[in-house]
């Protein structure tokens, strides 16, 4: 277990206290979620640079525009 010692201006502290995330639950539940974001960012930038690597002939908007159509009919059924 970490103790941390947090200082916050008055006003931030009252309302994290009054919606309970001054707890140790509170804090571990908003570091957990940060660092599932920032993961998940990670993984996007890593995709969007393979992306970026890929060959292949570039599509225009209106060509990505048409294949998401496309798709969302095939998927609706309609």
């Known amino acids: 277990m970490t103790t941390i010692t947090l200082e916050l201006p008055e006003d931030v502290a009252t309302k994290a206290k009054e919606a309970g995330l001054l707890t140790p639950e509170g804090l571990a539940g908003m570091v957990d ?42 998927t609706d059924g309609k």
């Open 33 to 74: 979620d940060a660092l599932i974001r920032l993961e998940a960012g990670e993984r996007i930038l890593a995709a969007a640079d393979r992306v970026s690597q890929a060959e292949g002939p570039v599509m225009s908007e209106e060509e990505v525009v048409a294949m998401v159509k496309e798709m969302r009919r095939a």
